[in-house]
């Protein structure tokens, strides 16, 4: 079955980095367009960055164009979300995700950026 894990989340000061990852199991990770989303309670969970299966192209979320960078290892089956510039809306559970007939979800890691 398809499993998502990711990790790299934390508490970090305002202009700070992380970097997220995203371990796939259950399917050919080198077959499927990845994707970062992030959700604040409350609020609709939202796309941050996409990357096609061969990772030759990404799209972002114009909030984070610039600072956030998607990118993968196909022989390593991860996905990762470098995050620069970090600011307190960033603040949100970060989530990857992929569509196999349906769209699966890893469980999140919590991103905190605060001073």
């Known amino acids: 079955q398809v499993q998502l894990v990711e990790s790299g989340g934390g508490l970090v000061q305002p202009g700070g980095s992380l970097r997220l990852s995203c371990v796939g199991s259950?399917?050919?990770?080198?077959?499927?367009?990845m994707s970062w989303y992030r959700q604040v309670p409350g609020k609709e969970r939202e796309l941050v960055a996409g990357?096609?299966?061969?990772?030759?192209?990404?799209n972002y979320a114009d909030s984070v164009k610039g600072r956030f960078t998607i990118s993968r290892e196909n022989v390593k089956n991860t996905l990762y979300l470098q995050m620069n510039s970090l600011q307190p809306e960033d603040t949100a559970v970060y989530y990857c995700?992929?569509?196999?007939?349906?769209?699966?979800w890893g469980q999140g890691t919590q991103v905190t950026v605060s001073s």
């Open positions: 995700s992929v569509v196999r007939l349906r769209r699966f």
């Open positions: 259950g399917f050919t990770f080198s077959d499927y367009a």
């Open positions: 990357i096609i299966n061969s990772g030759g192209m990404t």
